[in-house]
C-alpha cells in the first residue's frame, strides 16, 4: 500500500505519519515534511496537505516550497517550453484540437440553442405527441443528453487516436530537454 506522502491517516492514537521524499532519502517524519522540497513539477498541492486543519479544528499554517532557482535553470527551461511551443509538432497536435473541438462546439451549442428557442418560441411544436405520452419536447431532451454522451465519447476517440501519442512525444522530448539543461537530473 502507498503511504500518504505526509498526510495524517484517520485511526489510531500514536501513530506517527511519515513522508515518502522523491530524492531516494529515508522517511522522515510528518512534522518535518514541511522542510521538505518536491522537485516534481506535478506534484499535486492537495495531497500534501496544505491548507488542511491540524486536527484539532484550528488551521495549521500554510507551507508553501520557495521558487526554484537552482542556478536560473527556471529561465532556461522556460526557453525549452517556448522552443517547444514553436515547434512544428506542437502546432500540429494544437490543430487538430481546434479542428475537432471549434466545428463540435459550433454544433453543439447550436443544437443547444434551437433546443432553448423552440421551446420557448413555438410551445405548440414541442407539445406535439411522438409516441403515447412522449411529446416533441421530451425527445429533443433526451436527444440532448444523448448528443452529450456521444459528443464526449467521439472527442476521447479522436483525443486517442490522433493526438495523445503525439502529445506525450512532446512531453517526454521537453522532459529530456530540461533534464539535460539541469546536468541530467530532473
Given at each position: 500500500m502507498q503511504r500518504s506522502k505526509g498526510r495524517p491517516r484517520g485511526g489510531g492514537a500514536g501513530q506517527e505519519s511519515w513522508v515518502e521524499p522523491l530524492d531516494g532519502h529515508?522517511?522522515?517524519?510528518?512534522?518535518?515534511?514541511?522542510?521538505?522540497?518536491?522537485?516534481?513539477?506535478?506534484y499535486d498541492a492537495l495531497a500534501s496537505g496544505w491548507g488542511e486543519s491540524a486536527g484539532d479544528g484550528a488551521q495549521g499554517p500554510a507551507v508553501v516550497p520557495a521558487a526554484r532557482t537552482e542556478g536560473g535553470s527556471g529561465a532556461a527551461a522556460a526557453d525549452v517550453y517556448l522552443e517547444v511551443q514553436r515547434s512544428a509538432a506542437f502546432q500540429e497536435v494544437r490543430r487538430r484540437y481546434r479542428r475537432f473541438v471549434v466545428p463540435a462546439f459550433l454544433a453543439f451549442f447550436a443544437w443547444y440553442v434551437g433546443y432553448v428557442v423552440a421551446a420557448t418560441t413555438v410551445p405548440d411544436l414541442m407539445a406535439r405527441p411522438v409516441a403515447g405520452a412522449v411529446n416533441v419536447a421530451m425527445a429533443a431532451g433526451l436527444g440532448q443528453f444523448l448528443s452529450t454522451f456521444l459528443l464526449t465519447?467521439?472527442?476521447?476517440?479522436?483525443?486517442?487516436?490522433?493526438?495523445?501519442?503525439?502529445?506525450?512525444?512532446?512531453?517526454?522530448?521537453?522532459?529530456?530537454?530540461?533534464?539535460?539543461?539541469?546536468?541530467?537530473?530532473?
Open positions: 529515508d522517511p522522515v517524519p510528518a512534522e518535518e515534511a514541511g522542510q521538505l522540497r518536491y522537485d516534481d513539477p506535478w465519447w467521439a472527442y476521447a476517440r479522436h483525443a486517442r487516436l490522433r493526438r495523445d501519442r503525439a502529445a506525450l512525444e512532446l512531453r517526454w522530448d521537453t522532459q529530456e530537454l530540461t533534464r539535460g539543461m539541469n546536468g541530467g537530473t530532473s
